[in-house]
């Protein structure tokens, strides 16, 4: 068990109480395998439990990444790199760190997708906790079930919108721990303090009550009142259980995403990254973009297909920032057009619009088609949210390209089989004149002698540095205001190599230097905020690196 300092903000250290023989191999925070040097073996009980011959970190991480590269199913390479933060977180974030760009997309989209739609076959040890509604009234009894006391960091799912993959359920637990693994990777949060936890509240999913490998509850989605009641069971034992922790609302329908962030988000310390995180990274795109496009934001105009979490929180974030440039809200809200599966949203459509729609119901005869509200609308950015695998058609993208000299066409959705289009679409259609981003990654494309790195615009640009920069200076809550800074200081770091490669974000290997910008920004947002509980120090970038988790061995004897 890991003794620690609990006032130590994010670095758990001092004396430790350590298992010892087996126990300690099978710990996978402590363990370092063949790297237990000749003393170790000797004082903890090692001795015949393994070979002989001591090795280095990074002659272990070679072997592993000779045996990741052998793997020639993305799947296989997943199933491979879970078994290894199994076994050994350390080496696992080693290995991450050093090949981000490799193993990104792996432990998160696109192949996470894959991964959740296999949970059940492939599930081998639980990562998480899976908290059932059958469970209601022992919630706080399930918390105290894990092992680490002091988390700080919780993901949670109850399953029901998994990327563009629909209802899946306990299936969805592989999210939350991706994202988990990804705040380690990429801003140096130790897995210590990080918990991914299902909410299985059933699934409306019939395939899955079918399935003899399904890991979850068999019976229909709860809602209403029962659901209600187990969310705020939830959220009380969180708090008592965790004070300190951040609570990172992942892939909730629309139906509760909304609202559960209204409701909770003054009473913990939280955020729904579908809505805020989505909308700060996409929102850096479009700022970095117009170093390529020119003009100002308060001169932008987007077309979203789809009318989702992702895409009004876009819009939301995009409306605070032209508040910010003078416009007044009206104006603001006038620059973003949505088309959803019945057409452009308009005010007087028959049937009542969901909430989150309400403020971006334009006042306009409706249209049924997204070419009909391009044509009315003439966007300089056609924003892709809707899960419609090839919603963006050779016709959209060439009459975008007509319409503006360098056409932003952002084909957000994830998995990569659902974006609107592909980076080589994009560029073919619009004469390699597109700015381009996508969800999940795609290769680089050559077009008329010149090759384009497409830029993904994936959520790991803002989130870990969100969460980060919150906790270090124990942030009260997380306001609109952190995902603006965030947008606006991840646009800063992409530079003048990634814009001549057509790139609108910054390699997936600066990842964490990034992540270490925006947690310093999110911080110093909340200090002059008032909402920091924790003194500000001289020093804010210098104390959040020496807060950070760095994948190497510590020596125990």
Known sequence: MTAHDPDDGLRPHGGLLLPTGSAILTNSLLNKGTAFSERERDMLGLRGLLPPRVFTIEEQLGRVYGNFRRKSDALEKYIFLTTLQNRNETLFYRLVEEHAEEMIPIIYTPTVGQAC????????????????????????????????????????TDGERILGLGDLGALGMGIP???????????????????????????????????PLYIGINQKRARGAEYDAFIAEFVAAVQQAYPKALLQWEDFGNTNAFRLLRQYRDQICSFNDDIQGTASVALAGIIAGLRLTGGHLRDQKLL???????????????????????????????????????????????????????????????????????EAHRPTALIGVSGQAQGFTREIVARMAALNPRPVIFALSNPTSKAECTAEQAYQWSDGRAVFASGSPFPPVTLAGRTYVPGQGNNVYIFPGVGLGALVC????????????????????????????????????????????????????????????????????????????????????
């Open 117 to 156: 739609l296999e949970y059940g076959a492939i599930f081998r040890r639980s990562r998480g906790l899976f908290i059932s509604i059958r469970e209601r009234g022992r919630v706080a009894e399930i918390l105290r079930h894990w092992p680490d006391l002091d988390v700080r960091m919780i993901v949670v």
């Open 474 to 557: 124990e942030a009260a809550k997380i306001t609109d205001g952190m995902f603006l800074t965030a947008a606006r200081t991840l646009a800063a770091q992409v530079g003048d190599d990634d814009l001549a490669l057509g790139r609108v974000y910054p390699a997936l290997s600066k990842i964490r230097d990034v992540s270490v910008q925006i947690a310093t920004a999110v911080a110093d947002e909340a200090h002059r905020a008032g909402l920091a509980r924790r003194p500000r120090p001289t020093d804010l970038e210098a104390d959040i690196r020496a807060r950070m988790f760095v994948p190497n061995y510590r020596e125990y004897v």
């Open 304 to 374: 979203f297909l789809g009318a989702g979490e992702a895409g009004t929180g876009i819009a939301d974030l995009l409306v605070s920032a032209l508040l910010q440039e003078g416009l007044s809200l009206a104006e603001a809200r006038s620059r973003c057009w949505f088309v959803d599966s019945q057409g452009l949203v308009v005010r007087h459509r028959p049937g009542r619009l969901a909430e989150h729609k309400e403020p971006y119901a334009q006042d306009h005869l409706p249209l049924a088609t997204l070419a009909e509200a391009l």
């Open 177 to 211: 721990v991706g994202k988990l693994s990804l705040y380690t990777a990429c801003a140096g949060l130790h897995p210590y303090y990080c918990l991914p936890i299902t909410l299985d509240v059933g699934t409306d999913n019939t395939k899955l009550h079918e399935d």
